[in-house]
């Protein structure tokens, strides 16, 4: 047992009860949820096996704070309990000698567990418009979990271990729907759409768990569907507490699926595992809120349309109780409406699920098709530049010579068939933003809660598609540069009141093609960014000197918030204000060949501008040629190149050279002596070109011996052998079947400062800041 990860929950635990305010059931669940916790990973210690059902006594105990009226007197009996737990964990008692402080706790617990409730305490609490006072307490708190689920309850799961797996796959996506789609009716209660497409993830979540006998996952499936029926019917209100009582439910089926997932689909394994989570407690919660209202049924929409009286519903429901027969069945066969109607009442009642036809393919599976294509375009390439030789070789002309025609269009036809196949296979690994950009809407919505600002989130472009590689890698990116916008962008209500603001802050996500990538902004309407602090952080931490921010733009100025532990913020927070963060960011950006800038204006906005390839199985490259092996730099690492003149170079004490460009000093690299083995310099009097390129705020000049230009590269895995190779990033075959490597600019200026023939050495404040 983690005695010291134990001790950090019931701390949490602690501290939730401090602060315990009645009426708060999801507060009850949460406490509830963590005791269990606790419960968990004491059972796996036979020495505290005891201490552990006293856990789950506790865990039954503080259920009982949703019965208004007793608080107190349960709040003293955990803090008691939690006192006793506090010491065992943290060493002050062994926990076989804890037994004698239990056992005397033991019979006070067990008196309040079957204690009936007491009438005077009967009162009233609300979620979401729904009184639940005075409901009898469901039995779960006076019966053990196994008793409460039988021996039967999950004897039906089938064994089938891949559908198990398909089932386990198709409810994660359909509670990340109805997740990201809260998130909106959060803002918007009155779209009866994204009411309905929440309905439909939990309407079919309750039909495959009960096709394949998990009853567990069907019945809390089927009370999420009952009160969305009461939302769409607008029985209930859509409230912040309502979407919480569902987000706890999301939670509760999540875990469910973890379980599954975790023992690989082992259904006797898996019913040992579900019998220890307590789904009753929220089913009851649920049931409390639906106690209040009564769901529409099809006699009682027919009758607010008219088409049937009192009498005749009673007659249906009379020959109903007489058979087996459905109301409407009933009504149309006795004539009193017609089948058209009863249609009408139960599109009405429920929403028609769309079923959508589609196949899985395993991303390492899709990788490697990629691979292949990848294969495919060089050898069509390689095939290209073989016949083009020899052509000159021959010095044939294809269109004057009858073969050569014929193999023009046979090669023209292979290219036309390769670049299809190409854009196909790469289709089919771009995924749609969207579901980055739903989980940033959650993201906001609990930063913003954590921090007491109310923000709106408005999300454009999320059909927008890129590679799913590049998905998985800007996710974390995102979330900090989001979180940053709540928390240091967006005001608290009461300064956005001052500043004669709207109290609700707003953040803007949006996605569109730029070229041959995709551009995000994420902007606020926020504090902006007060430049001057940036730059008296900067000198303080040596940065920057003073005469040299004087002279700094602002895109400048931003760049040094993604210098590794500068950070603005007053205090540290469980949000920001660490100093890590936004130098992750721009390094994970860099590492799929994106870029990052940010611009701002103070009391206005702020806003991030990130700029991504498509894909990463296929680039866009600038070849360069260094002595006699051609190398490839990412195009957009790429600023500009240039013919240096005497005049523009300046050489430095310790005999390394520098390039004056556009009122600025930058250092120039030789790069012969990074990757040649010999390395000679140039003739005084040899044309040398220097390729400008850009990396964390700063700009580099590499001298090269020739440009060879633009060109789509597909990239190959480097490999075990090379994989030591920090100066690239991966590898490529060009069209005449030589090999070029892929270069890695963070390794490459990092092998430049090594080599004192290339750099200044550590004492030039402009390279090394």
């Not at 704070?65 to 006192?83: F, R, V, W, Y």
């Not at 069907?218 to 209930?236: A, C, F, S, T, Y």
């Not at 196949?421 to 913003?448: A, D, H, Q, W, Y």
Request: hydrophobic content about 40%; cysteine-free; proline content about 1%.
């Amino acid at each position: 047992m983690n005695q010291q990860e134990t001790s950090s929950i019931l701390d949490r635990v602690k501290k939730t009860l401090s602060t315990f305010e009645s009426g708060d059931l999801m507060t009850v669940l949460e406490l509830k949820e963590a005791y269990l916790t606790i419960q968990t990973k004491l059972s796996s210690d036979t020495s505290f096996r005891d201490i552990a059902k006293f856990v789950n006594q506790l865990a039954r105990t503080v259920m009982k704070l949703s019965q208004i009226g007793n608080e107190k007197e349960i709040l003293e009996i955990i803090d008691t309990a939690n006192g006793i737990l506090g010491r065992v964990f943290s060493g002050d008692i062994a926990p076989e000698n804890a037994a004698v402080l239990i056992d005397k706790m033991t019979p006070v617990i067990e008196e309040l567990l079957h204690r009936e409730k007491k009438k005077a305490a009967a009162a009233k609490e609300k979620i979401g418009g729904a009184e639940t006072g005075g409901v009898q307490e469901n039995v779960i708190d006076d019966i053990s979990l196994e008793e409460h689920y039988g021996t039967a309850y999950f004897s039906g799961i089938v064994d089938d271990k891949k559908m198990l797996s398909q089932l386990a796959d198709e409810i994660k996506e359909h509670l990340d729907v109805a997740q990201f789609t809260l998130v909106e009716l959060e803002y918007d209660e009155t779209n009866h759409e994204n009411i309905n497409k929440v309905f439909r993830a939990f309407h079919t979540i309750k039909g495959s768990s009960a096709f394949l006998g998990l009853k567990n996952f069907e019945e809390i499936g089927h009370q999420m569907e009952n009160l969305l029926v009461l939302i769409r019917d607008g029985k209930i209100r859509i409230t912040r507490d309502l979407i919480d009582v569902i987000f706890y439910g999301i939670d509760l089926l999540r875990n469910l699926v973890s379980i599954m997932e975790t023992l690989n689909f082992d259904i006797v394994k898996m019913r040992e595992s579900f019998l220890k989570v307590d789904i009753f407690s929220y089913i009851d919660l649920i049931r409390r809120i639906l106690s209040q209202y009564q769901t529409k049924k099809i006699g009682e929409i027919l009758a607010e349309e008219g088409k049937l009286t009192k009498d005749e519903i009673l007659s249906i429901l009379q020959k109903q109780a007489e058979s087996d027969d459905k109301f409407g069945t009933i009504a149309v066969r006795e004539k009193m409406v017609s089948a058209e109607d009863v249609k009408d009442a139960i599109r009405k009642q429920s929403s028609i699920t769309k079923k959508v036809s589609y196949v899985k393919v395993s991303n390492e599976r899709l990788n490697t098709l990629i691979d292949i294509v990848g294969e495919l375009v060089i050898n069509q390439s390689m095939l290209r530049q073989v016949i083009d030789s020899e052509r000159k070789v021959t010095r044939r002309d294809a269109a004057s010579d009858d073969s050569g025609i014929g193999v023009e269009k046979i090669i023209s036809q292979l290219e036309g068939i390769t670049t299809n196949i190409k854009n196909i296979v790469l289709s089919m690994g771009m995924v749609p933003i969207t579901e980055v950009f739903n989980k940033l809407r959650v993201v906001i919505r609990n930063t913003s809660n954590e921090l007491h600002k109310t923000v709106i989130v408005d999300i454009h472009g999320e059909d927008t598609e890129l590679d799913r590689n590049v998905v998985e890698a800007i996710y974390d990116p995102l979330v900090h540069m989001v979180r940053n916008s709540v928390d240091h962008g967006i005001e608290s209500p009461e300064e956005r009141t001052k500043r004669g603001k709207d109290k609700v802050g707003r953040i803007s996500v949006s996605a569109e093609h730029r070229g041959n990538g995709i551009q995000i902004i994420i902007e606020d309407d926020g504090a902006g960014i007060d430049k001057d602090i940036i730059i008296r952080k900067g000198i303080e931490r040596g940065l920057i000197t003073e005469e040299h921010s004087r002279e700094m733009t602002d895109k400048e100025i931003y760049n040094l918030l993604f210098l590794p532990g500068f950070s603005t913020a007053k205090k540290v927070t469980e949000v920001s204000g660490r100093g890590v963060g936004l130098d992750v960011v721009r390094k994970n950006i860099d590492e799929i060949h994106g870029k990052v800038e940010i611009t701002s204006e103070l009391g206005k906005y702020t806003r991030f501008i990130i700029r991504l390839p498509l894909t990463l199985a296929i680039i866009e490259g600038f070849v360069i040629q260094i002595a006699e092996n051609n190398y490839v730099l990412p195009f957009n690492s790429v600023d500009e190149i240039l013919v240096p003149q005497a005049d523009q170079v300046k050489e430095m004490g310790d005999g390394s050279k520098m390039l004056y460009n556009r009122g600025n000093y930058i250092p120039l690299i030789f790069s012969t002596a990074i990757f040649s083995r010999e390395y000679e310099k140039k003739d005084a009097n040899a044309q040398i070109l220097a390729v400008i390129i850009s990396h964390e705020n700063k700009n580099y000049g590499i001298l090269v011996d020739r440009i060879i230009g633009k060109q789509e590269i597909v990239i190959k895995n480097l490999g075990e052998s090379l994989s030591h190779m920090s100066i690239f990033s991966g590898g490529t075959i060009f069209g005449d079947g030589a090999i070029g490597f892929v270069v890695d600019i963070e390794g490459f200026l990092d092998a430049a400062k090594n080599k004192e023939e290339n750099m200044v050495t550590s004492n030039n404040p402009l390279f090394n800041q």
